[in-house]
């Protein structure tokens, strides 16, 4: 292996019918260990319908530069930046805070080719396991906050009581994890009211209006 060889994190727009051709491009370069994953996504990459590549590689700055050239720009046609409103198709990590973070990331969809030794791969895969979990119980919490009855009253914000609405959620939060006691987490004040806004932000169904004005009340009124 190269001795300027270093970790490098990136990822493009490709389609998975050409996974082989790209695992064959990588490997013409003098790299080290290797993740490359094959992931869909259901909300990005439209022109690809979802499909894209990630990859974490010990390789030297100088290939990835001509791996992104050769490969990336000149065989798919692929966007490095933004252009007319349409999003880059590839990129890289600048700096990768934690190494064996953004291999359990890069590992999360399950669908990879690498050649780091098994053992490794089974304690990152456990990792990533253990994030998707985390990201499931979040989506069932707001779930369930979504079920809670809220009262309405015309002379309140955009006609919903938020003072009656605000402490109905936030009693959820503590009833919900009650009832999934498996979880055993710990909660604050702070971290139940941070639950609270972000599902009023990005869940509940109201306008931007009237969302705006409630967490701003939940922050500096209440």
């Known amino acids: ?14 389609e998975h019918k050409h996974r082989e051709d790209v695992m064959n491009y990588l490997k013409s370069y003098d790299i080290g260990y290797y993740i490359v994953s094959f992931e869909t996504s259901k909300s990005s990459h439209a022109e690809t319908n979802g499909e ?7 390789m ?4 990835y530069h001509t791996l992104t050239i050769r490969v990336f720009k000149n065989k798919y046609n692929l966007r490095g930046r933004a252009v007319d409103g349409k999003p880059r198709q590839y990129g890289k990590v600048k700096e990768i805070e ?39 119980k ?14 309405y009253h015309e002379q309140e ?11 109905r959620l936030c009693k959820a939060v503590v009833k919900f994890y009650i009832e ?15 639950i609270v806004r972000k599902f009023i932000m990005y869940h509940y169904k109201g306008s931007i209006d009237m969302k705006t004005d409630w967490v701003y009340r939940i922050l500096f009124e209440y």
């Open 1 to 14: 292996m190269n001795d300027e060889n270093v970790w490098i994190a990136f990822m493009a727009c490709i």
């Open 52 to 58: 894209h590549m990630h990859f974490v590689v010990q």
């Open 60 to 63: 030297s700055e100088k290939d």
């Open 98 to 136: 934690n190494l064996e973070k953004m291999k359990a990331y890069t590992l999360k969809e399950g669908d990879y080719e690498t050649n780091i030794p098994d053992e490794e791969i089974e304690m990152l895969y456990s990792m990533s396991k253990s994030k998707n979990e985390e990201a499931d």
């Open 138 to 151: 979040e989506d069932e919490l707001m779930k369930y906050l979504d079920d809670v009855p809220m009262k």
């Open 157 to 167: 914000c955009h006609g919903v009581n938020t003072d009656a609405g605000y402490y």
């Open 180 to 194: 999934n006691n498996k979880s055993r987490k710990g909660l604050t004040k702070a971290g139940v009211q941070g």
